[in-house]
Structures are given as C-alpha cells and as structure tokens.
Nanobody
Framework: QVQLMESGGGLVQAGGSLRLSCAAS????????MGWYRQAPGKQRELVAH???????NYADSVKGRFTISRDNAKNTVYLQMNSLKPEDTAVYFC???????????????WGQGTQVTVSS
C-alpha cells in the first residue's frame, strides 16, 4: 500500500515563508516525477510545481521566483519551499506522484490528503 503524506502547512502572514514536505511510503519500486498542486475554494486544482526524477523542474507562472521544489530520491520525499507568500496562495496543497509499486506492476497515480496553507494579509 503506497501512501503520500504531506506536512508543513499552516497560517502565515503575507511575505512569510513555509516549507511543505511530502513523503512516499509503502511498496515502492520507482517514482517518476513528483509534483505539488493546489486548490483554492471554488477553483479548480492547479499545478504549482513539478520535478522529474532527473531533477528538472517547472513552475506555474504565479509562483516563479518565489517557490522552489526539490526532492530527496533516497527518502522518496519532495519539498516545496514557499517564500514571499501572498494571500492568493491560500489553498489546500496536494502532493502527487506516479509510482510503480513493484517491478512487475504498472504505474499508478497517487495523491496525498492535502495540507492547508493560509496566508493572511
């Protein structure tokens, strides 16, 4: 059973910083790209940042220059460092990863349960 567990969300004032973590656990043979998404109330879920197994990254335009995604392949963990936070960054942040649980299985898409980030003005 593969699980993604996020941590690090919370309440912060505008201009502040938070660091999110997402650890994958369970039966894992390989993990391809890992990503962070967010969903604000009344809005669709959107991609925030994405990092490949080779550490190539891409970001939503709205977070470029403020957020940094990184990963520790040995720990099956992805991080999102969020600086200069704005009220419009308020959302539930979700971790996502396509994971192959075993050598003989297919690749399945896994999601974390989400962590709330609230930025006050």
């Amino acid at each position: 059973q593969v699980q993604l567990m996020e941590s690090g969300g919370g309440l912060v004032q505008a201009g502040g910083s938070l660091r999110l973590s997402c650890a994958a656990s369970g039966s894992i043979f390989s993990i391809n790209a890992m990503g962070w998404y967010r969903q604000a109330p009344g809005k669709q879920r959107e991609l925030v940042a994405h990092i490949t197994s080779g550490l190539s990254t891409n970001y939503a335009d709205s977070v470029k220059g403020r957020f940094t995604i990184s990963r520790d392949n040995a720990k099956n963990t992805v991080y999102l460092q969020m600086n200069s936070l704005k009220p419009e960054d308020t959302a539930v942040y979700f971790c996502n990863a396509p994971i192959r649980p075993s050598r003989w299985s297919g690749v399945y898409d896994y999601w974390g349960q989400g962590t709330q980030v609230t930025v006050s003005s």
